[in-house]
């Protein structure tokens, strides 16, 4: 099975990025965009694995307060073929830490993850090629801001069914009291 670990998104946070991933595909020459129901945080990612029980074992123990995220700008990352485009974070390091200690919980369950800087983002679009005049910065610098309340971590599944990606949350623990459910 192939998990991750992820913030899922509010309702009012999927509008905006819905809006802001369709004015996009107007300028795109090409790109495979996220659909809405897909659109998330990732804190950690396991990849293919036979070990769900010890996945959520460690979401179990994730012990961290709520807080309040914004998403604000974006950017891209340069790749051949077409870049990864996606919406930014405000700095913040309640979510930083949140995702340290995700990887640290995984880690300590054997779980072998990207030894890499943790760099929040919500990717809207891979392989986009953007129309050659199309200032990207411009475009994110006009999106309005958008805030949420994180109250919980989602394991999450990801496999394809009839050619489309589907993501599926197969537990969550509840940040504050630490309620956690199958």
């Not at 795109?28 to 897909?38: I, K, L, M, T, Y």
């Not at 405000?90 to 919980?105: C, D, F, G, T, Y």
């Not at 760099?119 to 392989?127: N, Y």
């Not at 994180?150 to 969550?172: D, N, Q």
Request: charged share 25%; with cysteine.
């Amino acid at each position: 099975m192939r998990l991750f670990v992820a913030l899922k998104l509010s309702e009012p946070v999927l509008d905006r990025l819905s809006k802001t991933t369709r004015e996009l595909k107007t300028h795109a020459v090409s790109g495979r965009f996220s659909h809405r129901e897909n659109l998330h945080l990732t804190l950690a990612f396991i990849g293919e694995t036979t070990n769900v029980s010890g996945a959520k074992q460690a979401l179990s123990q994730i012990s961290a307060p709520a807080f309040e995220m914004t998403i604000a700008g974006g950017g891209r990352f340069k790749r051949d073929g077409g870049d990864i485009v996606w919406a930014g974070v405000e700095k913040n390091r309640s979510l930083e830490q949140l995702a340290a200690q995700v990887q640290a919980l995984l880690r300590k369950k054997g779980f072998v993850l990207q030894e890499r800087l943790f760099a929040a983002h919500l990717t809207l679009g891979r392989e986009v090629i953007l129309e050659p005049d199309f200032d990207l910065r411009a475009f994110f610098a006009g999106q309005d801001h958008c805030t949420m309340q994180v109250e919980r971590v989602s394991l999450m599944k990801s496999e394809r069914i009839s050619g489309k990606l589907v993501y599926t949350e197969i537990a969550f623990v509840g940040l504050n009291n630490n309620s956690y459910t199958k």
